[in-house]
């Protein structure tokens, strides 16, 4: 009888032990956050590998994300929640709108059934989330680009003004990972042709939208980034191609005027301004993978001021502003 109450202490204590252990690791796993348990946990999609050979053809919109390097994951799980929400309210706003202006017009000539009925059953058949952005790969770190079908262009600068007002309202959570988001509202191969071609006609949406005042000049500045080339690398390229004119617009200067020609054809009495645009051109290299070495392929955006920093360089504002920097400044 002694032996067997040992035995059951023994066995008692082993399984306290047990289950203090699981409990602990169960702590731990709670207590980390979704980037920093396995991989197996972070759902993120899967490259889009038929992306490069589109973006040679087409042109598209999307988001080109800046983020810390090594983060890439991280930040694209992050932004996948972010945009996602954005994108699929913005689509489903849009098609209520519509849905209910042809349910009127029904309405009004059978006068059978209800607008809200028909703008029911259409809003139920929005597009799938995963349908809606590819995630590209890209060749270099820290920087991550999502973009729509050709044949779908949403409104991505409305996309991401909903997302900077609702940083500022305090809706939406101040990002982790995501540093900035640039919306991307056409792409085009590095060419002279066509990248006065873009240019022009997204600043002659922008103009459209704008209401220009009788008599003022337009001040606009342009943006180029080439994160994803280095100059060494520049310099490799030129010497290998046999034709110079191919990255000739990797030179700042000669994008910066061709760019320019193309605003001053739109709005002739338009002059720059670097210190404080009305309208901001930005130009963005992306560093696709399985591009041939001979093309380089450029995201475009024309903004409006609201949605930039000219200091220190012309780009897209920060997510969430620097509070080191504003303390260090109030100090």
């Known amino acids: 009888m002694a032996e067997d109450k040992g035995k059951e202490e023994v066995e008692t204590t082993i399984s306290e032990e047990r289950d203090k252990e699981e409990e602990e690791k169960g702590e731990k796993i709670e207590e980390m956050k979704p980037w920093e348990q396995h991989s197996a946990v972070i759902s993120i999609p899967r490259y889009d590998y038929n992306a490069s050979s589109s973006l040679l053809h087409n042109s598209h919109s999307g988001f080109l994300i800046t983020c810390p390097i090594k983060r890439e994951k991280s930040a694209t799980k992050e932004a996948i929640g972010i945009l996602e929400k954005y994108i699929v309210s913005n689509h489903d706003a849009k098609r209520r709108k519509t849905c209910l202006e042809d349910a009127n017009k029904e309405c009004n000539g059978s006068g059978k059934g209800t607008a809200n009925e028909h703008v029911n059953s259409e809003s139920s058949t929005s597009m799938e989330k995963s349908d809606i952005l590819s995630l590209v790969k890209l060749t270099r770190s820290g920087l991550i680009f999502f973009k729509f079908p050709f044949d779908k262009s949403p409104a991505v600068v409305d996309i991401v003004s909903q997302i900077f007002q609702s940083l500022e309202t305090g809706i939406l959570k101040s990002p982790l990972w995501c540093n900035r988001i640039l919306p991307i509202q056409g792409t085009c191969c590095l060419d002279e042709k066509e990248l006065k071609k873009i240019v022009t006609k997204l600043v002659e949406q922008f103009m459209n939208n704008r209401q220009k005042?009788?008599?003022?000049?337009?001040?606009?500045?342009?943006?180029?980034?080439?994160?994803?080339?280095?100059?060494?690398?520049?310099?490799?390229?030129?010497?290998?191609?046999?034709?110079?004119?191919?990255?000739?617009?990797?030179?700042?200067?000669?994008?910066?005027?061709?760019?320019?020609?193309?605003?001053?054809?739109?709005?002739?009495?338009?002059?720059?301004?670097?210190?404080?645009?009305?309208?901001?051109?930005?130009?963005?290299?992306?560093?696709?993978?399985?591009?041939?070495?001979?093309?380089?392929?450029?995201?475009?955006?024309?903004?409006?001021?609201?949605?930039?920093?000219?200091?220190?360089?012309?780009?897209?504002?920060?997510?969430?502003?620097?509070?080191?920097?504003?303390?260090?400044?109030?100090?």
Do not use: H
Not at 219 to 226: D, H, L
Not at 266 to 280: A, N, R, T
């Open 213 to 331: 005042e009788t008599g003022s000049t337009v001040k606009f500045a342009v943006g180029y980034n080439r994160r994803g080339i280095e100059e060494t690398e520049m310099k490799n390229l030129r010497k290998a191609s046999s034709d110079p004119n191919i990255f000739a617009l990797l030179d700042r200067n000669k994008c910066f005027s061709v760019v320019a020609a193309a605003v001053k054809e739109v709005v002739p009495d338009s002059i720059v301004d670097l210190k404080d645009p009305e309208l901001c051109v930005l130009v963005e290299v992306l560093p696709l993978s399985g591009v041939s070495d001979r093309t380089a392929i450029v995201g475009l955006s024309v903004l409006p001021q609201a949605f930039v920093s000219t200091k220190p360089r012309l780009c897209i504002k920060a997510l969430v502003s620097d509070t080191k920097d504003t303390n260090k400044k109030k100090s």
